[in-house]
Every structure is written in C-alpha cells, then in structure tokens.
C-alpha cells in the first residue's frame, strides 16, 4: 500500500513537474522574478505554520544543513529557468535528468556506500530512453543552446546535491518543513525581483506564475517529497523519469510536436526502467 501510494505521489509529482518548461517559456517575466514565483508561492504559504511550530530558523540541530539545502536550491532554481528560456524543451530535459545518476556519485562518494550494478543499469536504461527520444530533433549548437545547456547541467548537479540533504531531513521533518526550507532562502532573494516586475504585466501572466508557483512548489514537490521520504534515492530518482514521457506527451498536446518510432522507443526504456524499479531492495 505504502508503495502504490509513493507510486501515485510521483505520477501526480511529475505530471506537474513536466509542464514546468511551457510555464516558463509562455510567461514573460525575467528569470529572477520567475524564481521569485516559484520559490515565493509555496515560502509564503508555509511561512505561518513554520512560525506556529516555532521552525522558521530550523531545529538548532540541523539548521545548517537545511538552509544550506536551501542555498543549493535557490541557485539551482535560477539555473533551471535560465536553462529552459535559453535552450529547446527537449534539451532541457535531457539534461535535466542527468540529476539522478549524479546522486547516486554523490551518495555513493560522500556515504560511501556501495552502488549496485543494478542500480546504475536503471538508470543508464532511463537516460538511455530520453536520448532516444531526442534523437529525431539533435542537438543544436547555437550560442543560447550551449548557454541553456550549461545551466541546466548545473542545475542538475545542485539539484541531486539538495535532494540527498532533503532526503536525510525528511527522516526527521515532515513534508511541508522541508518544502519550507527547500524554498525558503531562494524565495527571499528572489521576491523583490517579483514584487518590481508585477506592476509591468498584465494580471493574467500574474495570475499563470503565482499558479505555477502553487502547482510545481506545492503540490508537485510535496508529491515527491511524500515519495522520497519512503523510497530509497535511486528507485525514486528512476521513477522520476516518468516526467520524460509526461512531457513528450504535453508538446505533443500543447506544442504540436509529432510522434515517431524514436520517440516510441524512448517512452518505451524510460518506462521500463520505472517499472522495473519498483522491484528494488528495501534499502533506505
């Protein structure tokens, strides 16, 4: 029971997640306002519940970790947006999805904990369908695709570092704490740039961002984050690519992108390298 629903938070997680890219390239604000949505909406949401439990500035005994995971965060939020409004959809997401195998370096580095043959094979069978799936279009090269590309290979790295540390917090901090410190430092840096570019917009672009903001920082993070907290890192970090085909299938909708028998191959690697995860050891 407990899996199906972990499994049930991440699809919900990623369907989310995967429109983050249209969001982005379809609103107007600058890159620093956008994070200011994205990291704001969920920060201000959070914030009276964190100063009812006396948690604004963290436990003492791990505040330095969870505002360092926060510092993680926020830089690579900023990343990740610059990343899609330089480069193409289907680059970002490539790239996007070089984070799990970057923790499992991490983990198996830092903890020094033995990675499994298995393990790794999932998740090269993963990225290996997302390459398929990109195959038809290449890569461009232009100036802001190299610049895209860069950020977003970054921001991958950031985001497993961060990811490993909010695991760990989770073990002692509920879901909506740690959503907390996720966005917390991010959102005050970033919110000021918001709150100057809203007078320069229309409402309904406001009105598109501060959703996004609920969407990805609220419901799709407290999704995966219910998910992370009861799954060990590389079978969640190998269903997350479920967002790959999510997203496949929104520019499809959305974007009037076309199908083909790469992309077919791809959905289909990435899909079972999901599945197959769900057969993994008991490890926390």
């Given at each position: 029971m407990k899996l199906q629903k972990s499994l049930g938070a991440i699809i919900v997680g990623t369907l989310i997640g995967a429109s983050s890219g249209l969001f982005i390239k379809g609103i107007p604000f600058s890159s620093l306002a956008f994070s200011g949505f994205r990291m704001g909406v969920p920060f201000l949401i959070l914030l009276p519940m964190m100063i009812k439990r006396g948690l604004v500035l963290g436990p003492l005994q791990n505040r330095r970790k969870l505002w360092l995971g926060s510092l993680f965060n926020g830089v690579r939020m900023l990343l990740y947006i610059l990343a899609y409004k330089f480069t193409s959809l289907a680059n970002g997401v490539v790239l996007l999805y070089l984070w799990p195998l970057f923790a499992l370096l991490i983990e198996g580095a830092v903890r020094k904990k033995k990675l499994k043959l298995r393990e790794i094979g999932l998740l090269l069978l993963a990225l290996s369908g997302v390459a398929f799936l990109n195959l038809e279009k290449g890569f461009s090269l232009s100036a802001d695709d190299v610049t895209g590309s860069l950020c977003m290979i970054l921001s991958a790295f950031l985001f497993s570092v961060s990811a490993l540390i909010f695991k760990d917090a989770l073990a002692d901090h509920s879901e909506g704490e740690v959503l907390y410190f996720q966005?917390?430092?991010?959102?005050?840096?970033?919110?000021?740039?918001?709150?100057?570019?809203?007078?320069?917009?229309?409402?309904?672009?406001?009105?598109?961002?501060?959703?996004?903001?609920?969407?990805?920082?609220?419901?799709?993070?407290?999704?995966?984050?219910?998910?992370?907290?009861?799954?060990?890192?590389?079978?969640?970090?190998?269903?997350?690519?479920?967002?790959?085909?999510?997203?496949?299938?929104?520019?499809?909708?959305?974007?009037?992108?076309?199908?083909?028998?790469?992309?077919?191959?791809?959905?289909?690697?990435?899909?079972?390298?999901?599945?197959?995860?769900?057969?993994?050891?008991?490890?926390?």
């Open positions: 966005n917390a430092l991010g959102a005050l840096v970033f919110l000021p740039f918001m709150i100057r570019e809203i007078p320069h917009y229309p409402l309904p672009a406001t009105g598109t961002a501060l959703l996004y903001g609920f969407l990805v920082g609220i419901v799709a993070f407290g999704c995966m984050f219910y998910a992370m907290k009861r799954m060990p890192m590389f079978q969640y970090g190998a269903l997350t690519y479920l967002e790959v085909i999510f997203g496949v299938i929104l520019g499809m909708l959305f974007l009037g992108e076309g199908f083909s028998p790469l992309k077919g191959l791809g959905i289909l690697l990435v899909l079972s390298s999901s599945v197959l995860s769900r057969f993994g050891g008991k490890e926390s």
